[in-house]
Structures are given as C-alpha cells and as structure tokens.
C-alpha cells in the first residue's frame, strides 16, 4: 500500500511506500525536503501536518516534544504515514514556480 503525500505552497507531491518514511520517499523521488540526523533527535525536518495521520515505528522521536505533537507538527526523517497526508514545511516557503 502506499499513500500520496502533498507539501502545500510546492508543486511538490509524492508517493510513500508501506514501510518507508515521509522523508525516505521524498528523497528517492527528488523532493527537497529539510532534514538533518535522520532519527528524530534534531527537529530539521519537522513540520505541520495539516490532514491525514503518521505514526511512529520506533517510537516516539526525542526531537518531537509534547507540546509540538499536540499543535499537529511531525518529523518526517522517521514518520510513516497511516493515510494520505498534506504538510506545510515552512522551511519549503512559498515562491515555487510549477
């Protein structure tokens, strides 16, 4: 199974596989998407989930505190997705050309 991911404000839209991060896929398809240790302990890829659910394998990330969870952030370097979603990663901004 595999879900469709939309970052809002990019022309950017992508496909993940069961098993595969947000930001696994995103880079096997060429997607820019910020990113740093790659486990979840620095918070570079985090980001708003604006619809749809991701879960975490292994566990909750140290980078993803209480308090970013409940304003609906996620860190994508080792979030799954359960559904479609679509992000906003401000770091993306918002002057794409398509």
């Known amino acids: 199974m595999s879900y469709t991911v939309t970052l809002l404000n990019t022309p950017f839209r992508f496909q993940v596989n069961s098993g595969e991060t947000v930001l696994q896929a995103a880079l096997r398809q060429d997607i820019p998407m910020p990113w740093g240790c790659g486990g979840g302990v ?24 209480e308090e970013d969870a409940e304003a609906g952030m996620g860190l994508f370097c080792v979030g799954e997705p359960t559904s479609d979603l679509v992000l906003d990663i401000p770091e993306l901004g918002t002057d794409w050309e398509a």
């Open 42 to 65: 620095c918070g570079v890829c985090m980001g708003k989930i604006v619809s749809g659910e991701m879960v975490y394998p292994d566990g909750e990330p140290l980078a993803l505190f």
